[in-house]
């Protein structure tokens, strides 16, 4: 089982495009059983796979002792593919964190859904604070999506410095250039430059239909041409989990 958590300190940089896609890969292409996590309260990850979920808000209740993850875990069209969705009590969860003052709770939980699922991918909120804390202790990959800006470049410095400063055992980071039109010159330099060998995922309007169509690409239009950039970060992820999970410790 791996954790791949999907984060930035920056928003709207395509995280939650970027989680739901992959999750869908993950399930649909490789046949893990995976479960998507929306660990942020916009909820983002319910509209985007066509979900309207309504009931009392309880998500935070996870983080105390007496909830089970898999009570909260919907089904979605797909059947390999699982959500646990977001609901309002997200938005009072850095300060529960703070309160129970565990910093490995969402590992623990994401560990006993092993043997329920091969694949956990998590969407993030954009901060730093306790729930940051909490999604570097569980991941065993921290994807990091960045436009091609200097705010973006500065917002990777800053990543870099939390993880050496503040967890002194780290997952490894993949910076992906988000949002990348190769009509600007600007995007050209950062894509030749300082983002050189990274995974490039495309400004396109089918990408930013999947949030009109509330399906992932793959669903409604896997022949566009965003699509096979797509599949490509996924087979990435998946090439670099599978040599983690044949190397011994
Ligand atoms: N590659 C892309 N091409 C075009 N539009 C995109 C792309 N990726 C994301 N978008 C659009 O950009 C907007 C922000 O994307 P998204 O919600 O995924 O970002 P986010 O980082 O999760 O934001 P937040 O920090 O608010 O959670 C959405 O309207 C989405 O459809
Ligand atoms: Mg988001």
Redesign the pocket.
């Known amino acids: 089982m791996a954790v791949i958590a999907?984060w930035?300190i920056?928003?709207?940089?395509?995280?939650?495009?970027?989680?739901v896609d992959i999750a869908w890969r993950s399930a649909v292409r490789s046949h893990h059983k995976t479960l998507l996590w929306d660990l942020?309260p916009?909820a983002?990850c319910s509209w985007m796979l066509g979900l309207d979920c309504k009931r009392p808000p309880r998500v935070t209740s996870l983080f105390h002792r007496d909830a089970q993850a898999t009570d909260l875990v919907l089904e979605t069209r797909w059947p390999d593919l699982k959500l646990l969705p977001a609901d309002d009590s997200l938005r009072s969860l850095s300060i529960a964190l703070a309160r129970i003052g565990h910093r490995r709770r969402l590992s623990q939980l994401t560990k006993r859904l092993n043997g329920q699922f091969t694949r956990i991918i998590l969407?993030c909120?954009?901060v730093m604070n306790e729930i940051s804390d909490q999604v570097i202790g569980a991941a065993d990959l921290l994807i990091v999506?960045l436009p091609p800006s200097p705010l973006s470049m500065r917002a990777l410095d800053a990543i870099r410095q939390e993880l050496v400063r503040n967890h002194s055992r780290h997952p490894p980071i993949l910076p992906v250039l988000?949002?990348?039109d190769g009509r600007r010159r600007l995007h050209r330099e950062v894509h030749q430059g300082i983002a050189a060998g990274w995974p490039v995922?495309?400004?396109?309007?089918a990408?930013?239909q999947?949030?009109v169509r509330r399906q992932p690409l793959g669903a409604f239009a896997d022949w566009s041409d965003?699509s096979a950039p797509l599949q490509r970060l996924w087979d990435g992820i998946e090439a670099k989990l599978r040599l983690r999970e044949t190397t011994p410790p």
């Open positions: 999907v930035s920056k928003g709207g940089v395509g995280k939650t495009t970027l989680a942020d916009q983002g969407d909120p954009p999506p988000s949002m990348y995922i495309p400004m396109a309007s990408i930013e999947a949030a965003s």
